[in-house]
């Protein structure tokens, strides 16, 4: 990698963590977030936990093309949303921290009430938002799946397209 490419990768941001390893999963690159999410891993091998997720890319590389997004997943004990690529030649990682105060929850709340969701239905927005599957919300609401489906349904008839399933949910 190049040094007008290592400055174009360190400037993502400050939250956004990017780090590209080898095939042999020796780190090649850092930038500032990783750096200091993971401490300093230039040339060694990566242990840490986005590795094992990486595990997951592997396992089905042949169907998602050597990509996969993780939601709302635990990392070392933070929530992180991460984007893991195997391009062939190097695996990159992207890990996005996600705030877990409760002021977020709060913004989602009056974003769906301002949309003319029921309470029924922004409870169960928050747990899609959550990354909670439909079996884990009727088990956690005790409600029938199919009972889900309708407040679902409601609900995303009351919100923009772009927030459908798909772009909630990994």
Excluded: W
């Amino acid at each position: 990698m190049n040094e007008q490419d290592s400055q174009k990768l360190s400037c993502l941001g400050e939250k956004l963590g990017v780090c590209i390893k080898d095939q042999n999963k020796t780190v090649l690159f850092q930038n500032g977030a990783s750096l200091k999410m993971c401490g300093n891993l230039t040339g060694q091998v990566c242990g840490k936990a986005c590795m094992k997720l990486y595990h997951q890319v592997e396992e089905c590389s042949a169907i998602s093309q050597g990509m996969k997004l993780f939601k709302n997943t635990d990392l070392d004990g933070s929530k992180v949303d991460a984007m893991i690529v195997n391009d062939g030649n190097n695996i990159t990682t992207f890990l996005y921290p996600l705030d877990e105060n409760q002021d977020k929850y709060q913004k989602q709340e009056e974003y769906f009430v301002e949309k003319g969701l029921t309470k029924s239905e922004i409870r169960i927005m928050q747990m899609v938002l959550q990354g909670m599957t439909n079996a884990e919300i009727a088990e956690k609401l005790f409600i029938s799946k199919a009972t889900l489906k309708t407040h679902l349904n409601n609900a995303y008839k009351k919100l923009p397209s772009s927030i459908r399933p798909s772009q909630l949910r990994a």
